[in-house]
């Protein structure tokens, strides 16, 4: 077996070490054929971004043996070319400062490439570098590894995360008036700014980030995964006792689903590896690496908790405000949200798969209850346990221990919504396929939940008793567009009062 390249970014590193590489050369090959083009592609942390930007490092240094038996080996000339590698990703800028970490990288080429700038000016001392090398070398390659990482990183310091915005942005302000000295530029990141903001000056940027063609430049396809990793699909056949068939659906489940724009989803690199690292062992990988807090209070803040079937526009990649923060794009932007389908110029978001599902669920409903570690499983398997044998004393029981455990402020601040918004989240972590405030001709419905054979039609009151939560299922007839599923329908009303459920009954539809 190849060794699996977990943690290596180094394209000439993964080579030597004959570590397995998924060949994506052949996608590079169609930005690199052309001469002076400038790309931008964001994509979530750990998706291979570090380790495509060397991959183009190394095709620009002339480095042809790096890529024996790859598909671009013989497809272009290899020529050479002086390379400037600003890796934000790496930088030390929170303990010396975005300027001179700036200077200190300038230096470094120039020191490189045996090159004497005069300029001490920041901005000028780029352009001095940029020109000389040229006239020196060969025409430069620019490759800017997430550029937006010092604004990103102080998402809970804005007036420095806005700083340092502003020197990125006159930083590179001087990239279009030297484009006869540029043979190639390519930046990534995690999130793209408004173009207002940082972008202005980058006029023929090519944003490849929802590009169909270039969709699946980061990540794996099924073929990839089916023909790279062969090997280790069967050694996890053996280990988990599954046979091919099942062993691919549940990989599936778990790890595939991101889609960019293209005709099929693509697997997250980094689960994908530790997956097969760990002999198949199915586990939260990704999602467990660094779940920032920041986007866990940000969302509880603008007490969002249904994440299914968002719609919204390609605008929304491109819509990243230090002054406003917008948390759909935020999720989507950082993996947590994928395009599920689109419908012409509509894209409709939701979870990728089933590790970002129940790890972002069990993250939001641990921020809800302001615990500091998501550590409420126990619960929500009793109370999974109980709803399934429809022993409702025990829902309302096991659902009381829950609320105990928040402050009692929130709920004088929350009121129903709060309550609403725990019993939710529990049953999708549970498993259940939930939406919420569904509309009907009649209104809206706070809920619904589906199984295999039934659907919950419920609604949800604070004072009032669970009986007056079904007469208002009754009387608006939320459950007249289920009614054609052949599914049994169930209305279940909750009655909520001094920082618990007071009660909740269940009724059967009859027809």
């Not at 598909?71 to 600003?86: D, S, Y």
């Not at 009692?408 to 609403?420: A, L, P, T």
Request: negative net charge.
């Amino acid at each position: 077996m190849q060794k699996l390249p977990i943690g290596i970014q180094d394209f000439r590193k993964l080579r030597t070490e004959n570590a397995l590489y998924v060949d994506k050369t052949e996608l590079i090959f169609q930005m690199v054929q052309g001469g002076g083009d400038y790309y931008f592609l964001s994509r979530p942390r750990r998706f291979g971004k570090s380790l495509l930007i060397s991959t183009l490092k190394e095709i620009f240094l002339g480095n042809k043996d790096l890529f024996s038996g790859l598909w671009i080996e013989e497809k272009i000339t290899w020529e050479k070319h002086p390379i400037l590698h600003f890796d934000f990703a790496s930088a030390s800028f929170k303990e010396i400062g975005l300027e001179k970490v700036l200077h200190k990288r300038l230096n470094e080429i120039a020191t490189q490439y045996q090159i004497g700038l005069q300029e001490s000016n920041l901005i000028s001392r780029f352009e001095e570098l940029i020109r000389k090398l040229a006239e020196k070398e060969n025409k430069v390659v620019i490759l800017i590894d997430e550029y937006d990482r010092p604004m990103t990183e102080y998402l809970n310091n804005i007036p420095q995360a806005e700083a340092n915005r502003e020197t990125i942005k006159d930083f590179f302000s001087i990239i279009k008036p030297n484009d006869a000295f540029i043979r190639f530029f390519f930046m990534t990141g995690v999130s793209k700014f408004s173009k207002v903001s940082m972008f202005s000056g980058f006029n023929n940027l090519n944003d490849i980030t929802f590009n169909p063609f270039y969709a699946n430049l980061a990540g794996y396809t099924q073929i990839e995964l089916e023909h790279y990793f062969e090997e280790y699909l069967q050694a996890a056949e053996i280990a988990q006792n599954m046979n091919r068939e099942e062993l691919l659906t549940q990989i599936r489940t778990w790890y595939n689903g991101y889609n960019w724009g293209g005709e099929t989803g693509v697997y997250n690199p980094f689960s994908i590896l530790c997956f097969f690292s760990n002999k198949g062992k199915f586990a939260n990988y990704w999602f467990e690496t660094g779940t920032p807090t920041f986007l866990v209070k940000l969302i509880s803040e603008k007490f969002l908790y249904d994440f299914e079937e968002i719609l919204a526009d390609e605008s929304i990649f491109s819509n990243f405000r230090l002054d406003d923060l917008d948390a759909v794009s935020l999720l989507l932007q950082t993996g947590y949200l994928t395009v599920k389908r689109r419908k012409g110029q509509r894209l409709y978001l939701g979870y990728p798969n089933h590790e970002v599902r129940q790890s972002l669920i069990q993250h939001l409903l641990a921020g809800y209850m302001k615990e500091t570690t998501p550590s409420v499983s126990p619960l929500v398997w009793q109370i999974a346990d109980a709803f399934a044998e429809k022993g409702l004393e025990k829902v309302v029981k096991f659902f009381n221990i829950v609320f105990a455990n928040i402050p009692y402020q929130i709920f004088e601040e929350k009121s129903e919504r709060y309550y609403h918004a725990i019993i939710f989240l529990v049953f999708l972590l549970i498993g259940y396929e939930m939406q919420s405030e569904v509309s009907t001709s009649e209104g809206r419905v706070d809920a619904v939940l589906q199984t295999e054979k039934e659907i919950y039609v419920i609604e949800f009151k604070v004072e009032d008793s669970a009986e007056v939560a079904l007469a208002q299922i009754k009387e608006k007839k939320y459950y007249e567009k289920y009614l054609h599923l052949g599914k049994t329908v169930l209305l279940l009303g909750f009655s909520c009062k001094n920082k618990g459920i007071k009660e909740c009954k269940l009724e059967t539809l009859e027809r």
